[in-house]
């Protein structure tokens, strides 16, 4: 194991953080430096990132057939030479706030959790096929999502709504809401698991006006060991997009094939919205000013489903085929009418 580097001079402070509990949720505020937020992070969220790893280790050993050192491995060799220096010196400061809390965590652990949806999910599935072995696991298909603007919508401004089916054991831990104002980009707010640096769910909202949810694409095949963590890349795109296009430009810089989803993205200054399918090898963005993008773990693109997926477009009884059925239904029978109440629903 090795340590985390100690923080900086005034890291530790808990000045302008703090954390209440409500209707289930977890409210933190984080604020400063990476050192600062970091720490903030991991000493507010003490308990909570004990309890997760507490669980995760055996959950994924189950599943995946891989024990909590092959995570930590590969969070050492593989991912942690393409997470930004900003997001490592975050990690550490979590690391650090932990420890302060008597807790036995270290860097490598806190970099398996955050890629504990790219690593078992995409990077096992791949290793195995590699290795000439039938996978354990494959990318999952959990969400629900939509985001709608101009004519579609009661209001005419953006309404984007996300729902998740997870397993229980990291579901019922996934009930964070984070307030982030880091010293550099934007004033964040996301939903997002305990010691993870991005929502993972994926539900955001930044001070830029930019807004973003996703659903990822079932069935999908692709790895790359030299890319940049998505889980970095995720967070980096909310935090220092100011458009639609920064917002592409960052998830593609790097692209690790992980977690390879279609991002829903709107720009709140603009009314814009877009749909980003981001694979490994292949990408599309489709853009709207008037119009409504959603998802349900189906592939968008015929070159996509072909070449990186085992995705069938054709057997309607799938699950994420059935839903894109009646989302489509839902979105026709409710254009013009579409508000935040109606979109809860």
């Not at 539900?203 to 079932?218: K, Q, R, V």
């Not at 349900?296 to 996509?304: A, D, G, I, Q, R």
Request: proline share 5%; net charge negative.
């Amino acid at each position: 194991a090795v340590a985390a580097a100690p923080p900086v001079a005034g890291a530790t402070s808990l000045r302008a953080s703090h954390r209440f509990e409500k209707d289930g949720w977890i409210y933190v505020h984080l604020e400063g430096s990476p050192e600062q937020v970091g720490f903030q992070h991991g000493y507010l969220l003490a308990g909570e990132i004990e309890e997760l790893l507490r669980v995760i280790k055996p959950y994924l050993e189950k599943s995946s057939k891989r024990d909590w050192s092959f995570f930590r491995n590969a969070s050492e060799k593989m991912l942690w030479p393409g997470i930004d220096p900003e997001y490592r010196r975050e990690i550490d400061g979590i690391v650090a706030g932990v420890q302060a809390k008597g807790i036995k965590a270290d860097r490598w652990d806190l970099v398996a959790l955050n890629a504990n949806q790219e690593l078992p999910y995409y990077y096992v599935p791949w290793l195995d096929k590699k290795e000439g072995k039938t996978p354990v696991t494959h990318a999952p298909g959990n969400c629900s999502a939509f985001i709608a603007t101009g004519s579609y919508t009661k209001d005419g401004r953006i309404v984007m709504g996300h729902n998740a089916w997870t397993n229980y054991v990291i579901g019922t831990r996934w009930n964070i809401v984070f307030d982030i104002k880091p010293e550099q980009g934007s004033h964040m707010i996301m939903d997002g698991l305990p010691g993870v640096i991005a929502s993972d769910d994926d539900f955001g909202l930044s001070a830029a006006g930019i807004m973003d949810t996703e659903t990822t694409i079932t069935q999908f095949e692709g790895w790359d060991p030299t890319g940049k963590p998505e889980f970095a890349r995720a967070r980096k795109a909310l935090q220092y997009s100011k458009s639609i296009d920064d917002f592409v430009r960052i998830m593609l810089d790097g692209n690790n094939g992980g977690y390879a989803n279609d991002w829903l993205i709107g720009d709140n200054k603009t009314g814009e919205i877009a749909l980003l399918e981001l694979g490994l090898k292949n990408h599309a963005v489709k853009r709207s000013k008037d119009g409504c993008f959603f998802g349900s773990n189906f592939p968008e693109t015929e070159v996509l489903t072909r070449e990186e997926t085992r995705f069938d477009p054709a057997k309607k009884d799938s699950s994420p085929n059935t839903r894109k059925a009646r989302w489509q239904e839902l979105i026709d029978g409710h254009k013009g009418r579409i508000d935040l109440e109606l979109a809860k629903s």
